[in-house]
């Protein structure tokens, strides 16, 4: 009777035969899950360094772009300010003009007091006001698109100049008038502190009896 081969050791234990355990190549397996999930990690992280990076320049560009815009605004408002001031001296020379050629008709026809008066009394002429200036809106830079990832605009409004804010809403411009807002915390401060002793067009200060008990 033939020997048969034992799939056991001496001591007992299961002998690791071709058939049995791990393979050979089983060590040496790549985890391709873990692996994965820390590249797609990575992938994500340099993604997100790639969109700062790219939103910050782009930050500085639409800044960039804005001053250009507000220098050349600035530019165009002070020519039509020069234009509006030459137009007004003109109107004006040729008011006076007229006022002397009526003052020296009324003197060559003996009415001397008429042209005292044609002399003496004030030129008015119309206020010309300085055209405005429109500027086509700044460049926008568009965010890469990215998967997962979007973005929306949102336009806003900044206060550069109050000044020629409330300059344009005294000429009657509805907008910048639209866009003053009345403080009343700081008048009323006001009021407080000099008792109505100061002055300031377009407001009234008053004193308001406020009866209270003991």
Known sequence: MGH????????GRPSRGPGLGRSPGCASRPRTGLSSWVGSREARRLARAGITTYEQEQARLAQEAAAAAERERQRLEAEARVQAEREQARLRKEAEDRRLEEAAAAEAAGDIETATKLIEAP??????EAAPVFMPPAPVFAPPEIQGRSFRSQWKAQC??????????????????????????????????TRGGVRVDGIRFFEERITTTH
């Open 123 to 128: 030129v008015e002429v119309p206020t010309v």
């Open 4 to 11: 048969a081969s034992s799939a056991f050791s001496a001591s």
């Open 160 to 193: 550069v100049d109050l000044k020629l804010v409330v300059r344009a809403a005294a000429a009657g411009n509805q907008t910048a008038l639209a866009c003053l807002m009345w403080n009343d915390v700081a008048a009323n401060g006001l009021a407080r502190s």
